[in-house]
Each structure stands twice: as structure tokens, then as C-alpha cells.
């Protein structure tokens, strides 16, 4: 007998779950093409997410600022 394919996590959904795309890191579900995004699957660590995206961008944002050189 076959292995069964892995299914996607979310409620009643019967689609194949995606490899590596379909993977979540915050929650450790796997998720079919249609709900692979945090949004769509209501994911637990939506919000520890956009904290880390948040704090990634604003350190990036501040590396490339201009910095006055004064005396010159």
C-alpha cells in the first residue's frame, strides 16, 4: 500500500497539503496552496509575525539612514 499524501490542517479542507511552501513555522502546520498564507489558515502566531517583520524592517530602515557629518 502507498503512503498517504499529507493533507492540509486547515478545519474541513481535503486538498494535499504543499511541500516546503505549504510548511508554517509559527503553528507547524501544513497547508494546501489555498491556505498556506498566516491569514488564511487563522494562524495562532500571526501576530508574533508581523512583531518580527516589524522589528526587521525598522532595524533595515535605520542601518540605511543618513548620517550628518558635522564640521566639515
Do not use: W
Not at 499524501?5 to 513555522?25: H, L, M, T, W
Not at 509559527?26 to 501576530?47: D, Q, V
Amino acid at each position: 500500500m502507498a503512503p498517504r499524501k499529507p493533507r492540509c490542517n486547515f478545519k474541513e479542507c481535503k486538498e494535499a497539503a504543499q511541500r516546503i511552501v505549504g510548511d508554517c513555522s509559527f503553528c507547524s502546520g501544513h497547508y494546501c496552496s489555498k491556505h498556506r498564507m498566516l491569514e488564511a489558515h487563522a494562524c495562532t502566531g500571526l501576530e508574533d509575525c508581523k512583531k518580527e517583520s516589524h522589528a526587521r524592517n525598522a532595524d533595515k530602515l535605520n542601518s540605511e539612514r543618513t548620517h550628518v557629518i558635522k564640521g566639515v
